[in-house]
């Protein structure tokens, strides 16, 4: 039923590629503290970098769990579902860290995400995610459903933001800076947007 693979290549890769959405879990370390679990969508904005390491895009929006719960210990776990086709689900537990604008890694890993226009969103940091563990499960239960589109709300309202408006945004949401448990999450003031290549 569930199969353990080295790497992701081959048919693993290209599954991973095709989904329109996939989901990340990560949590602090603290027994009490918040799981976070996040759905992230928008074509193009993942990359398999090799065969152990992801990367996605984190885009503006109004908290930064993950980026705490990385920050503070760096577990992840990605998933994805086949709402089509053969049922299939893949997770890749690993360390994940996030890359921010002023880091000198984030103008060639932004490069990688050649098929989506990062600025019209908001971006703030990309994370990538050396895998540790890669299995796949069965997906039996999974539903199927239709891809139609991406919705456009997230570009429309994030496009108009220069850095500026965007850093004032940030600062004005309660769990941008700090996660709902208390832990440091996106640094702020934010950087500016790097020349990207």
Known sequence: MGKTYERIDGRLRTFIEAQPIFFTATAPLAGNGT?????????????????????????????????????????????????SGPPNIVRVHGRGEPVFRDDPRFPALTAR?????PTAHGLRAVIVVHAELIRDTCGYAVPFMTYDADRDLHARRFAREDDASLGAYFAGKDHIARSLDGLPGLPLPLPPTPRLT
């Open 35 to 83: 799981i976070n679990l996040s759905p992230k969508g928008l074509r193009g904005s993942l990359a398999v970098l090799d065969e152990h390491t992801v990367a996605y895009l984190d885009f503006a929006g109004s908290n930064a769990e993950t980026i705490a719960h990385l920050r503070e210990n760096g577990r992840i776990t990605l998933m994805w579902c086949a709402f």
């Open 113 to 117: 995400f050649a098929d989506i226009d």
